[in-house]
């Protein structure tokens, strides 16, 4: 309702004063901040450790960026994701959009990526994609591939707009397939090829978050099989694979 409101704002700016405007504004940043908040305390009440993996809201997700850095100017140009409720997909619950962003991006990028300078120009501003992505993941833990790319990114987003901290759990697949995969797998496409996993479209932020989530759904499944139950089962293992190491 909020949004709505700044829009006809925004449409009728020249009839209006400028403070009318910056009101209307800072009163959606608050609403968006204070339902983040909300999200946060969730958060630290939800105790996901302990729940079946099989009962377990999952949101996979794939950011496509303009770089590598967030702290040196490189910034988040689409943001995919799907649901999953355990092992199922949930394929008619997914989020994407393209970011407005400041700088064009190179042309190896844009030709990487499929997205045009226009179609970003088009694109709503990230404050907005951010809020509009939160409301959709909620609580939810959040899976990804190569995960501390896309947590890099969404700590500096996070900041940068809302001026919060990043608090969700995010899981990278390489957590379950270093447990169910006997051999050394790094790349999406590494990992998609050994599972029979078929790839059409690389490099697009929904698909690439659809072909990440039957991944982690090949993993969970490998992983119940071999007897790990809940994040904490595996977290353990993984924890005691490491003091032997060391």
């Not at 939810?140 to 995960?147: D, M």
């Not at 890099?152 to 969700?168: G, Y």
């Not at 078929?198 to 072909?211: K, S």
């Amino acid at each position: 309702m909020i949004n709505n409101m700044v829009q006809l704002v925004k449409q009728l700016s020249n009839r209006l004063s400028p403070n009318v405007y910056t009101s209307l504004q800072q009163q959606s940043d608050a609403a968006r901040l204070t339902h983040l908040r909300q999200i946060q305390r969730q958060l630290k009440q939800e105790d996901v450790l302990d729940r079946p993996l099989s009962e377990l809201t999952f949101i996979i997700f794939d950011l496509e960026t303009s770089g590598f850095y967030p702290d040196k100017g490189d910034s988040i140009l689409s943001i995919g994701a799907v649901k999953m409720k355990g092992c199922e997909i949930l394929r008619e619950e997914t989020f994407y959009s393209t970011v407005k962003c400041s700088n064009k991006p190179s042309e190896e990028i844009l030709e990487l990526t499929g997205l045009t300078e226009e179609e970003l120009n088009d694109s709503p501003v990230l404050m907005d994609v951010l809020s509009d992505f939160y409301k959709f993941i909620g609580h939810s833990t959040l899976v990804a591939h190569h995960a501390s790319h896309e947590k890099k990114f969404m700590s500096h987003a996070t900041w940068q707009t809302l001026r919060t901290t990043f608090q969700h759990r995010i899981i990278d697949t390489s957590f379950l397939t270093k447990i169910v995969v006997p051999e050394n797998l790094v790349t999406l496409d590494e990992c998609c090829a050994y599972h029979d996993i078929p790839v059409e479209t690389r490099h697009h932020a929904l698909q690439d978050a659809l072909v990440t989530a039957q991944l982690w759904q090949k993993n969970i499944r490998l992983a119940k099989e071999i007897g790990f139950e809940t994040l904490r089962d595996v977290y353990t293992y993984l924890a005691k694979g490491r003091m032997t190491q060391s």
